[in-house]
């Protein structure tokens, strides 16, 4: 039966052939005997210390990212509650309302129902924190032709609580007398 090495059989140096090979694709340690690898506590604060530099630096950034992003889905979480009220009331042929959750404060979040049957239709949480409500009515009600209720233009503002960034930061949904709401960047005129 034949070995492992039978096809270099003939050759005198097979055996060394093969050890040189194996030795050869084989590494040896880098650092000298005696030594450990790793980083040293120098090294290891020095890396801690810039990390807490850039956090430091890029966390007022993204506090405003945070809020910014509050106050758009706070705007546009409201103009779908809106437009899901009006088709709504067209197709139930009823009366359908957008009110707070929690009495007149929006910021508690807001239900969408029927009037005339209590069957809530959608509900959006409370929003974000420093997000503020202005300009809203106490709740905003769509008859059975997807027209508001009431006379004029409608506003809903969302704004930064933080009063040196609330302008120009602020969402304004604006409903016009035929129940379509839109959004603006800004705050309502």
């Given at each position: 039966?034949?070995?492992d090495?039978?096809?270099?059989?003939?050759?005198?140096?097979?055996?060394?052939?093969?050890?040189?090979?194996?030795?050869?694709?084989?590494?040896?340690?880098?650092?000298?005997?005696?030594?450990?690898?790793?980083?040293?506590?120098?090294?290891?604060?020095?890396?801690?210390?810039?990390?807490?530099?850039i956090?430091?630096?890029?966390?007022?950034?993204?506090?405003?990212?945070?809020?910014?992003?509050?106050?758009?889905?706070?705007?546009?979480?409201?103009?779908?509650?809106?437009?899901?009220?009006?088709?709504?009331?067209?197709?139930?042929?009823?009366?359908?309302?957008?009110?707070?959750?929690?009495?007149?404060?929006?910021?508690?979040?807001?239900?969408?129902?029927?009037v005339?049957?209590?069957?809530?239709?959608?509900?959006?949480?409370?929003?974000?924190?420093?997000?503020?409500?202005?300009?809203?009515?106490?709740?905003?009600?769509?008859?059975?032709?997807?027209?508001?209720?009431?006379?004029?233009v409608?506003?809903?503002?969302?704004?930064?609580?933080?009063?040196?960034?609330?302008?120009?930061?602020?969402?304004?949904?604006?409903?016009?007398?035929?129940?379509?709401?839109?959004?603006?960047?800004?705050?309502?005129?």
């Open positions: 039966m034949p070995d090495h039978s096809r270099q059989r003939g050759q005198s140096n097979a055996d060394g052939l093969l050890v040189a090979m194996l030795t050869a694709t084989t590494y040896a340690p880098s650092r000298s005997p005696g030594t450990f690898g790793g980083f040293t506590l120098v090294e290891l604060l020095t890396v801690v210390v810039i990390l807490a530099i956090a430091a630096i890029a966390m007022p950034g993204l506090e405003q990212a945070l809020v910014n992003q509050r106050l758009r889905a706070a705007g546009t979480d409201l103009m779908s509650s809106l437009m899901l009220a009006r088709s709504e009331a067209i197709k139930r042929r009823g009366v359908v309302e957008v009110a707070p959750l929690s009495g007149s404060d929006w910021r508690t979040g807001w239900r969408v129902f029927n005339n049957t209590g069957q809530q239709i959608d509900k959006k949480d409370a929003l974000g924190r420093r997000v503020t409500v202005a300009l809203a009515p106490a709740v905003i009600d769509y008859d059975r032709y997807g027209r508001m209720s009431v006379a004029g409608t506003r809903v503002q969302f704004a930064d609580s933080d009063p040196t960034n609330a302008a120009e930061r602020s969402r304004c949904v604006t409903i016009d007398p035929g129940g379509l709401p839109r959004i603006t960047t800004g705050p309502c005129p």
